[in-house]
């Protein structure tokens, strides 16, 4: 395939950023969409420029550094993936291609598709644990009953992977979808209940303090997320700060 | 519940949802009001003195709905320019139909198309009444021996010009309500992984019935007169 990429280049953050054209040629359709971006970098440095800054690492689908908003989509047009495990054989012959940093101003651009989202660490940091008191004679996590239904709901939501997929296709970058699922994986299980208050509150504050915007229900978080992290858990994490304020 | 509790963006949520919920049972007792007008003008009459004129209703209900109004409005445009602000950049290259449902995204068109309809509609009936009421002292509700408010709607339905902007403006509150519904249960916390889809459903139902229940009575005064 021969292809047309209009990539965001952006040397610093305090460095305005423009959108560049680069052809690239004879791209297998078996490659990863990141597999394409290390050919043009290898190009790029080969004729003495600067190569593309992009985040990566597993390249599995699992740690969530990967990013980038391709034509119009966080992690590009397929569903459930992230952009490691896009392939180009969703792309064709002739294509132009538009690749973009995650937009938010709660993540700004480090360099090129690089961007800062350790707004989301802080957020976690807040109140997305369970505290483990050394008392001596704290219980195997093993021995508490757990309803089946909750330890699935619970698992799923702790699927999210914090890419930040749900901020960038949110018209108002919104961290509403990662917050909730953060707050309800540890809320549905018995030993997250005992924080459970202090936590939703914290961690929305947190939210609120790092300039996302406000969640409007548009359900757009939903349908990009990687993971299919449902917008039940806004409902839950809505009804759960109600709750914890009611009782403050 | 403290009030810093509203000043995070759940509780603007939360407040945005309640008073959407507040306004959509008015509207629902508003159609059926309206309906008594198709029915019957004698009980249309009726109900519309007694809301017209009962205290509890004026200087209770109506305030607090004005209020309820100015606030979901208010609060449509603070949340709009607030959330505008946390992209200042936006993408060279977006399609958000990919994933979202335009009457979603564009709630302060549709709400804003709604505001300059409630404009014309409070010059059409609501600012007549209150000067006919407590700046005349007029409160018989009568007019040359008999109820005037059927007489009133009808008349006020003459013209087609009028008829076609109140048709639009309802098919925008339609639009509005698509989203609204669902959404304000949403935000409330009601909704979970079993009742989604009926509120969503239910949602529909409202968003298409009641608007269109407003449009076939304009039709109706407008057919019966021409």
Same mark, same amino acid.
């Given at each position: 395939?021969?292809?047309?990429?209009?990539?965001?280049?952006?040397?610093?953050? $305090?460095?305005?950023?423009?959108?560049?054209?680069?052809?690239?040629?004879?791209?297998?359709?078996?490659?990863?969409?990141?597999?394409m971006l290390d050919v043009l970098n290898e190009e790029l440095i080969e004729k003495g420029i600067d190569p593309?800054?992009f985040d990566h690492d597993c390249r599995e689908g699992i740690c969530g550094m990967c990013s980038l908003y391709?034509?119009?989509?966080?992690? *590009?047009?397929?569903?459930?993936?992230?952009?490691? =495990?896009?392939?180009?054989?969703?792309?064709?012959?002739?294509?132009?291609?538009?690749?973009?940093?995650?937009?938010?101003?709660?993540?700004?651009?480090?360099?090129?598709?690089?961007?800062?989202?350790?707004?989301?660490?802080?957020?976690? =940091?807040?109140? *997305?644990?369970?505290?483990?008191?050394?008392?001596?004679?704290? =219980?195997?996590?093993?021995?508490?009953?757990?309803?089946?239904?909750?330890?699935?709901?619970?698992?799923?939501?702790?699927?999210?992977? *914090?890419? +930040?997929?749900?901020?960038?296709?949110?018209?108002?970058?919104?961290?509403?979808?990662?917050? $909730?699922?953060?707050?309800?994986?540890?809320?549905?299980?018995?030993? +997250?209940?005992?924080?459970?208050?202090?936590?939703?509150?914290?961690?929305?504050?947190?939210?609120?303090?790092? +300039?996302?915007?406000?969640?409007?229900?548009? *359900?757009?978080?939903?349908?990009?997320?990687?993971?299919?992290?449902?917008?039940?858990?806004?409902?839950?994490?809505?009804?759960?700060?109600?709750?914890?304020?009611?009782?403050? | 519940?403290?009030?810093?509790?509203?000043?995070? @963006?759940?509780?603007?949520?939360?407040?945005?949802?309640?008073?959407?919920?507040?306004? !959509?049972?008015?509207?629902?007792?508003?159609?059926?009001?309206?309906?008594?007008?198709?029915?019957?003008?004698?009980?249309?009459?009726?109900? @519309?003195?007694? !809301?017209?004129?009962?205290?509890?209703?004026?200087?209770?209900?109506?305030?607090?709905?004005?209020?309820?109004?100015?606030?979901?409005?208010?609060?449509?445009?603070?949340?709009?320019?607030?959330?505008?602000?946390?992209?200042?950049?936006?993408?060279?290259?977006?399609?958000?139909?990919?994933?979202?449902?335009?009457?979603?995204?564009?709630?302060?068109?549709?709400?804003?198309?709604?505001?300059?309809?409630?404009?014309?509609?409070?010059?059409?009936?609501?600012?007549?009444?209150?000067?006919?009421?407590?700046?005349?002292?007029?409160?018989?509700? !009568?007019?040359?021996?008999?109820?005037?408010?059927?007489?009133?709607?009808?008349?006020?339905?003459?013209?087609?010009?009028?008829?076609?902007?109140?048709?639009?403006?309802?098919?925008?509150?339609?639009?509005?309500?698509?989203?609204?519904?669902?959404?304000?249960?949403?935000?409330?916390?009601?909704?979970? @992984?079993?009742?989604?889809?009926?509120?969503?459903?239910?949602?529909?139902?409202?968003?298409?019935?009641?608007?269109?229940?407003?449009?076939?009575?304009?039709?109706?005064?407008?057919?019966?007169?021409?």
């Amino acid at each position: 395939m021969n292809l047309t990429l209009e990539i965001w280049r952006q040397k610093s953050n $305090s460095e305005k950023g423009a959108l560049e054209t680069y052809p690239i040629s004879e791209v297998s359709e078996d490659m990863s969409f990141l597999e394409m971006l290390d050919v043009l970098n290898e190009e790029l440095i080969e004729k003495g420029i600067d190569p593309v800054a992009f985040d990566h690492d597993c390249r599995e689908g699992i740690c969530g550094m990967c990013s980038l908003y391709i034509n119009g989509e966080a992690h *590009g047009p397929d569903r459930r993936v992230t952009t490691c =495990q896009l392939h180009m054989r969703k792309f064709k012959d002739g294509d132009t291609i538009f690749i973009e940093p995650f937009r938010a101003n709660a993540f700004p651009v480090v360099k090129d598709l690089v961007v800062d989202r350790s707004a989301f660490d802080r957020i976690q =940091q807040a109140g *997305g644990f369970v505290s483990v008191n050394t008392s001596g004679n704290t =219980q195997d996590a093993n021995t508490i009953p757990i309803p089946k239904d909750d330890a699935d709901t619970a698992f799923d939501a702790a699927t999210c992977i *914090g890419c +930040g997929a749900c901020v960038a296709s949110c018209k108002n970058s919104s961290a509403m979808l990662f917050v $909730s699922a953060k707050v309800s994986q540890f809320s549905l299980l018995p030993q +997250g209940k005992v924080e459970a208050k202090e936590r939703v509150i914290n961690m929305v504050n947190k939210m609120d303090e790092e +300039g996302f915007g406000n969640c409007t229900n548009t *359900g757009a978080c939903e349908v990009e997320c990687p993971k299919g992290i449902s917008l039940d858990n806004i409902s839950r994490m809505n009804r759960e700060f109600i709750t914890a304020n009611v009782k403050k | 519940m403290s009030k810093s509790t509203f000043y995070t @963006s759940i509780g603007y949520k939360i407040l945005m949802a309640l008073s959407g919920l507040f306004l !959509m049972f008015f509207l629902l007792q508003h159609l059926v009001i309206n309906s008594l007008s198709v029915i019957s003008p004698d009980a249309f009459n009726e109900a @519309s003195h007694f !809301m017209g004129t009962n205290p509890l209703v004026q200087f209770l209900l109506q305030p607090v709905l004005i209020f309820g109004v100015v606030f979901h409005f208010i609060m449509g445009f603070f949340l709009d320019l607030k959330n505008r602000k946390s992209r200042s950049i936006n993408y060279a290259y977006n399609k958000p139909s990919a994933n979202s449902s335009w009457v979603s995204r564009n709630m302060i068109i549709s709400g804003l198309t709604v505001l300059a309809f409630l404009g014309i509609h409070f010059v059409d009936f609501w600012i007549p009444e209150i000067s006919t009421k407590y700046i005349q002292g007029d409160m018989s509700g !009568m007019h040359n021996g008999e109820f005037r408010y059927f007489h009133e709607l009808h008349e006020k339905f003459a013209a087609m010009p009028r008829v076609i902007a109140y048709i639009i403006a309802f098919i925008f509150l339609s639009l509005h309500l698509l989203h609204g519904f669902q959404s304000s249960f949403q935000s409330v916390g009601v909704s979970t @992984s079993k009742t989604r889809m009926t509120f969503y459903k239910f949602g529909n139902i409202f968003a298409i019935i009641v608007p269109t229940g407003f449009i076939l009575i304009a039709l109706f005064h407008f057919i019966t007169q021409h």
